[in-house]
């Protein structure tokens, strides 16, 4: 399992602190203004974008009012200024390819703060192309699987359209699919009986950088840390592979 996704599960079941919760809630409103714009109006039934990203809103206790206005204000009720997706391409430290994907109204700013980051914990930043080859866009499911057995759950899910299943700890795995695929696998499983912690669309590295060294492993995960903690960033992939004994030690 790639490195990023590991981290950002393991804080996910932790929690967020206060601090972090108010910007937590600005990516949020943020991001469903962009489902909205880009995904085919304001309605979830009609719009699977907008549904997953509502669903993560409601897992994050974002207050209903804060939904509502940035779903009117994406329909146009609103004033303010226009926001755009812009995803950054460049290497993390000891060679870690990373994707930085961020909601902005300012990408001067955006930019700026992102390429910061990321040359002051010693990686680098790139351009179009840099590293998004490295990765394929995917439907990621994490569901509680209360102890079932894997290679019966994978044989399982393959039948609904899955191509892959990633064990994240003895209760939960990852389901990936393709991204057509990511709405009929998740509803098969919600009528399986099944309890979906989330489901989004997630890049996920074709080749990964494995790293042994706990030191380095903590060297890049503290630069994803601190680009996630920037206003405009949604989500940061990587192509970081370190040992389950790492993640355990934490």
Known sequence: MSGHSKWST???QKGANDAKRGAVFTRLANAIMIAVKEGGGGDPE????????LD??????????????????????????????ITYEGY?????????????????????????????????????????WMFEKKGVIEIQTDGEDVDEFFLKVADFGADDVIV?????????????????VEDQLREDGYN??????????KNSTHIEDADKIKSVLGLIEKLEDLGDVVKVSSNLDAPDSFYESL
Not at 46 to 53: D, G, M
Not at 70 to 77: R, W
Not at 92 to 121: C, F, H, M, Y
């Open 10 to 12: 393991i804080k996910r």
């Open 46 to 53: 009609s719009n699977f974008r907008l549904r997953l990203v």
């Open 56 to 85: 993560q809103a409601r897992a994050a206790n974002l207050p209903k009012d804060n939904i509502s206005r940035a779903i009117d204000k994406a329909l146009g009720k609103g004033g303010g200024p226009a926001l755009e997706s």
């Open 92 to 132: 993390a430290p000891n060679a870690v390819a990373i994707l930085v994907e961020t909601i902005t109204d300012n990408r001067n700013r955006t930019a700026g703060e992102v390429k910061s980051t990321i040359e002051k914990a010693g990686g680098s930043l790139g351009g179009p192309g840099t590293t998004q």
């Open 168 to 184: 994240i700890d003895k209760n939960s795995v990852q389901v990936i699919t393709k991204q057509t695929d990511l709405k009929k």
């Open 196 to 205: 979906v912690i989330s489901a989004d669309f997630d890049y996920i590295a």
